[in-house]
């Protein structure tokens, strides 16, 4: 079984050259180090206490609603 060699969550260091330039690899790995970022949150987002509940709420609310008769 292979080590995990990912470095997992590490702020990688991107700093311009000896002329104030960025490489490509260097622009390449700040976005997507902004992806991971913005991924992290939306992922903890969704595992929020009030997104996971909104079927048990809409369930309540739609029990508690009166029921609509045909042709209304």
């Avoid at 969550?9 to 330039?21: I, Q």
Wanted: charged share 25%; hydrophobic share 35%.
């Amino acid at each position: 079984m292979a080590t995990d060699t990912r470095q997992k969550n590490m702020t990688w260091s991107v700093r311009p050259d000896a002329n104030g330039h960025y490489s490509f690899d260097s622009a390449r790995l700040a976005v997507l180090m902004d992806i991971r970022d913005e991924l992290q949150k939306l992922n903890s987002l969704l595992h929020c206490a009030n997104f996971t509940g909104i079927p048990r709420t809409l369930q309540t609310i739609s029990r508690k609603l009166p029921t609509r008769k045909k042709g209304e």
